[in-house]
T-cell receptor, first 115, second 113 residues
Framework: DTEVTQTPKHLVMGMTNKKSLKCEQH?????MYWYKQKAKKPPELMFV???????INESVPSRFSPECPNSSLLNLHLHALQPEDSALYLC??????????????FGPGTRLTVT | SQELEQSPQSLIVQEGKNLTINCTSS?????LYWYKQKYGEGLIFLMM?????EEKSHEKITAKLDEKKQQSSLHITASQPSHAGIYLC?????????????FGTGTRLTIIP
């Protein structure tokens, strides 16, 4: 089973709203990721959590706040977003398949629209 | 930073025909992932190549890694409508003990009956 689930599937929010995206995996993967994907562009890494600790932040604005409550769950808290933040937000988790080798599996994404 | 260029950007192929997508890196490749994405959906893992010259197959899709050329190719034999979508290559780099993936520009594949 290589399933990563994300909720909600779609989200529309105003610039003053606070909302959260949720990601879950039950594969025992030690690392989880948030990516942002704009239309017709490849995904861009935002955050990496390893063993429930934030290990990589790709200079993401503070209006995006990640949280990893446990090894299976990853949240992305959103506050005071801008219309240009509208995108597909993808969650992924990875398993180790060898020395320095991983396999990343992605969820279906949350389509976010900021009005 | 590493850049991955995919060619062609888009491809329209008649059902049953073969096709090839290329992914060229600006830096040495230590591994290469191939993913498929339907519009607005998540990425589906196809395969990962680890070593130069390695070739892997999954159903009618074959991918090969050429380390010397810093390039990977993905070949589909006897294409079907189910192969339609966006194909993305991804190159890993390790930072702080974690994997970071940089993705290519993508190839949009359309299969016509």
């Amino acid at each position: 089973d290589t399933e990563v689930t994300q909720t909600p599937k779609h989200l529309v929010m105003g610039m003053t709203n606070k909302k959260s995206l949720k990601c879950e995996q039950h594969m025992g993967h030690r690392a989880m990721y948030w990516y942002k994907q704009k239309a017709k562009k490849p995904p861009e890494l935002m955050f990496v959590y390893s063993y429930e600790k934030l290990s990589i932040n790709e200079s993401v604005p503070s209006r995006f706040s990640p949280e990893c409550p446990n090894s299976s769950l990853l949240n992305l808290h959103l506050h005071a977003l801008q219309p240009e933040d509208s995108a597909l937000y993808l969650c992924a988790s990875s398993r180790v398949v060898g020395q320095g080798l991983y396999e990343q599996y992605f969820g279906p994404g949350t389509r976010l629209t900021v009005t | 930073s590493q850049e991955l260029e995919q060619s062609p950007q888009s491809l329209i192929v008649q059902e049953g025909k073969n096709l090839t997508i290329n992914c060229t890196s600006s830096k040495t490749l230590y591994g290469l992932y191939w993913y498929k994405q339907k519009y607005g959906e998540g990425l589906i893992f196809l395969m990962m190549l680890q070593k130069g010259g390695e070739e892997k197959s999954h159903e009618k899709i074959t991918a090969k890694l050429d380390e010397k050329k810093q390039q990977s190719s993905l070949h589909i034999t006897a294409s079907q409508p189910s192969h339609a979508g966006i194909y993305l290559c991804g190159a890993p780099s390790i930072s702080f003990g974690n994997e970071k993936l940089t993705f290519g520009t993508g190839t949009r594949l359309t299969i016509i009956p």
